[in-house]
């Protein structure tokens, strides 16, 4: 299992890319009802593990650490040492979360 530190130093995202860890899918309902795998929803909200430079007149917003919430189909997934994580625009970003 790779820490937070390892994937910064691996994965460097480019330009105004930043690359971020979904938050876990919920595993039951607010009445305790058990959610199948084939009924969860994809998780929306997420960790920034790295940020990229952002582009010449526009710095980035985010950093790393933040809880941000994004767009259902943002991203693109990648697998790195078997932790899921997407990589996508900072325009992708809809809120930082406080």
């Known amino acids: 299992m ?3 530190a390892e994937i910064q130093v691996s994965v460097q995202p ?9 938050a876990q899918a ?20 997420g960790t920034v593990l790295a940020v990229g430079p952002g ?5 980035l917003t985010v950093k790393v650490g933040d809880t941000v919430l994004y767009g259902k189909y943002s991203g693109t997934e990648l697998s790195h040492d078997g932790k899921d994580v997407l990589i996508m625009r900072e325009s992708d970003i809809y809120a930082i979360l406080g």
């Not at 480019?14 to 979904?22: G, I, K, Q, S, Y």
């Not at 919920?26 to 909200?45: H, L, N, S, V, W």
């Open 2 to 4: 790779s820490t937070l």
């Open 14 to 22: 480019l330009a105004d890319r930043v690359l971020v860890e979904p």
């Open 26 to 45: 919920e595993e039951k309902t607010a009445f305790g009802i058990i959610i199948p795998d084939t009924a969860k929803e994809k998780p929306q909200r």
């Open 55 to 59: 582009k010449k007149d526009e710095p």
